[in-house]
């Protein structure tokens, strides 16, 4: 059993910047030049940084800053770097944890909050775009309903749609455990740039603690 949950951030990579600036367009109602040129100036830049925030959640352009995991009910632990630091040394530090873990281990089960619409393909893209081998079998095509995993928000929700709350701060809240807090998955850009790294990695342990009694008590486990 192993309960995971992932921070991220946006691109760091020059290219990802300049492809947003080079693709966003003006608003398609306005034709007249000179109030195209009047959004250029004016609102392009903070167009072009909202888009480019959101990068984070797309593992194309995003990288992956913190990985909290936990092996059954043991505690918390997370791996994380800094902005400064190369997402592949955080890769590499992965692959050493789980790789004696879960090595070519498809029976594993992973437990997480929308890890298979999220966490497992973004992480294992990761791997792919800085070209290293995971050394540990990720499920990142695992349906929800698959063996190998265990997604809380589509066990909580269902499948299709519902008008079911599904978020892990409000089921976290509606079981009886505490909410997120202060800082969210949309902050931890803005905290890693201020240099809070412990506040990131203690939030990360928090969201898999989270997950892991969302599955203890949707499992009548324990």
């Known amino acids: 059993m192993i309960t995971i949950d992932l921070e991220t951030v946006p691109g760091q990579a020059s290219w990802v910047l300049d492809d947003i600036e080079a693709n966003i367009k003006h608003p398609g109602n306005i034709k007249k030049q000179e109030t195209i040129d009047k959004w250029i100036e004016e609102s392009k830049p903070e167009a072009v940084s909202e888009a480019w925030r959101k990068t984070g959640l797309n593992a194309t352009k995003g990288e992956l800053l913190c990985f909290g995991y936990a092996f059954d009910d043991n505690e918390p632990l997370a791996l994380i770097r800094t902005l400064e630091q190369p997402e592949s040394d955080l890769l ?29 393909r973004f992480l294992f893209l990761r791997f792919v775009v800085n070209g290293i081998h995971p050394m540990f079998h990720i499920p990142y095509f695992a349906k929800p309903w698959e063996d190998t995993v265990f ?41 890693a740039i201020q240099g809070k790294y412990d506040e990131i990695t203690l939030y990360c342990q928090d969201d898999v603690v989270k997950a892991r009694n969302i599955y203890n008590r949707l499992t009548f486990r324990g």
């Open 92 to 120: 590499k530090a992965i692959n050493e944890v789980m790789a004696e873990n879960v090595r070519n281990n498809e029976l594993a089960l992973w437990i997480g909050h929308n890890i298979t619409g999220f966490d497992l």
């Open 151 to 191: 997604d809380t928000m589509v066990e909580w929700k269902g499948a299709g749609q519902s008008p079911v709350s599904g978020s892990l701060d409000a089921v976290s809240k509606a079981l009886g455990y505490r909410g997120k807090g202060d800082i969210d998955g949309s902050k931890i850009y803005d905290y």
